[in-house]
């Protein structure tokens, strides 16, 4: 099955609480590959890519994040997978 990529913007309490080093954990275990950021706004941005599964249940757990995090909202948008990405790096 041809794998799928999201973008994810999530908002909240998700900047100074580890949020991206949790998602990179979480997307690694899930055999995710993409990346995370810091926004300037106080969001998180991630890129999403692999199993439609795996991906949609990690949106699921961003929006609940790691316990010290408060998250509001996660808006999604489909795009198309890079194949030229691989791992999942937190990279800003």
Not at 19 to 24: D, E, L, P, V
Not at 64 to 76: E, F, I, M
Request: aromatic content about 4%.
């Amino acid at each position: 099955m041809a794998p799928v990529a999201v973008t994810a913007r999530v908002t909240g309490r998700v900047q100074g609480v580890a949020f991206r080093t949790w998602a990179r954990a979480e997307a690694l275990r899930h055999g995710l590959s993409g990346w995370v950021r810091n926004e300037p706004d106080g969001s998180v941005r991630a890129l999403l890519i692999g199993p439609a599964a795996s991906v949609a249940d990690m949106v699921r757990r961003m929006g609940r994040g790691p316990g010290a995090a408060s998250v509001k909202d996660v808006l999604t948008e489909r795009t198309d997978p890079d194949p030229g990405i691989s791992g999942f790096r937190i990279t800003g």
